[in-house]
């Protein structure tokens, strides 16, 4: 397991924000925290009973905003990788489902790869991740490209492995690049960004401030992880100061 450093390693080895899927490693320099909810376990699909119940009171109940073009490019979901998601659901959260239902957080992401068709061939084969070596495979829902593409990998009804304590509740959205800063300078792939999670989170009523960066995981307040050994396991892409400036940009687009 020795893509699962330690904070100090993570901070000198840089980040990585795939999930595992590419070279080594997870980024993150979070302090390992104690996560003491629990899920239902067994029987039938459940929700979770101890992670907070939506927060909508910020979010207008009558969201509407136009969707933005997305090309659907599809990875492979067939039903092995749906049962190995089962297990996975099961092993880190008590939940007997590959479903995503009524998502409560957004997460944002950088790639760490040089354009879209590397990041596709990262999730799209299903073996198990570098980092933590689990199956299924990791993958996120979209990803927006430099150019302001918008890719849809994975449909919204389907859990994707992006981030640790939360797959069981979040849209993963990776964009391309090598870091927070190249993609708020990029205008075309932060408008893209912006449409996408904004269409997002006013469509589920998600507030702004469950859209968060891989990095600030740890905090949310659905975070639940059942294996001991990952509760504080995060990566550092998306930097708390950078995703002010995103959640800051997000605010500045509403909800209608
Ligand atoms: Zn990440």
Redesign the pocket.
């Known amino acids: 397991m020795g893509a699962r450093l330690t904070p100090r390693k993570l901070r000198r080895v840089g980040v990585l ?3 595992g899927g590419l070279l080594v490693s997870s ?1 993150g320099n979070g302090a390992p925290v104690a996560s003491t909810q629990a899920l239902s376990t067994g029987g039938a699909a459940v929700q979770p009973t101890t992670v907070p119940r939506r927060q909508v009171a910020s979010v207008p109940p009558a969201a509407s905003v136009a969707r933005p073009r997305i090309v659907q490019d599809p990875i492979p979901f067939p039903s092995t990788r749906k049962r190995e998601m089962i297990a996975y659901a099961r092993r880190h959260y008590g939940l007997d489902t590959y479903r995503l239902i009524d998502p409560r957080v957004i ?1 944002e ?2 790639t760490e790869t040089p354009d879209f068709q590397s990041t596709y061939n990262t999730f799209a084969p299903d073996h198990p991740d570098t980092e933590l070596h689990e199956l299924p495979n990791t993958c996120v829902h979209f990803v927006v490209d430099r150019g302001g593409v918008i890719h849809q990998l994975v449909p919204l009804g389907i859990m994707c492995r ?2 640790v304590g939360l797959n069981y509740t979040a849209i993963g959205i ?1 964009n391309v690049g090598y870091s927070d800063q190249e993609i708020l300078r990029n205008p075309a792939q932060m408008r893209a960004s912006l449409a996408l999670t904004r269409w997002l989170r006013c469509s589920d009523h998600i507030a702004v401030k469950n859209v968060i960066g ?1 990095s600030e995981s740890l905090s949310s307040p659905y975070h639940h992880e059942n294996v001991p050994s990952l509760r504080g396991q995060t ?1 550092s ?2 930097q708390l100061a950078d995703m002010n400036i995103y959640r800051a940009r997000l605010r500045s687009l509403p909800c209608r």
């Open positions: 924000c795939l999930g980024c997460v992401h950088y992006h981030t990776e891989h990566h892409d998306w």
